[in-house]
């Protein structure tokens, strides 16, 4: 099994900035990517940024360019350094990694992110 676990959220005002960190622990291989996922009230989940095994990224157009995915192998973490934050970023965010023989998803437990104007 995998474990992820998220830190770092809050409530922050717009045009600051937060960071996202999500620890894997567990049975970790085929490891294919890890990711940030958000979701709003009364709206699906929809991801965030990405990154995968050979360091590319995805990142979602409404984040590009305030937004960086990155990963730190020893720690099996990776965080989301999210910047200029506004108020529709507002959500809960959830840690994905994709992996394992089947490619199956895992997901952390979220934190909620609070964006006020």
């Known amino acids: 099994q995998v474990q992820l676990v998220e830190s770092g959220g809050g409530l922050v005002q717009a045009g600051g900035s937060l960071r996202l960190s999500c620890v894997a622990s567990?049975?970790?291989?085929?490891?294919?990517?890890m990711g940030w996922y958000r979701q709003a009230p009364g709206k699906e989940r929809e991801l965030v940024a990405r990154?995968?095994?050979?360091?590319?990224?995805n990142y979602a157009d409404s984040v590009k360019g305030r937004f960086t995915i990155s990963r730190d192998n020893a720690k099996n973490t990776v965080y989301l350094q999210m910047n200029s934050l506004k108020v529709e970023d507002t959500a809960v965010y959830y840690c994905?990694?994709?992996?394992?023989?089947?490619?199956?998803?895992?997901w952390g437990r979220g934190t909620q992110i609070t964006v006020s104007s």
């Open positions: 567990g049975s970790i291989f085929n490891l294919r990517a």
């Open positions: 994905n990694l994709n992996g394992g023989r089947s490619a199956a998803d895992y």
């Open positions: 990154i995968w095994s050979g360091g590319s990224t």
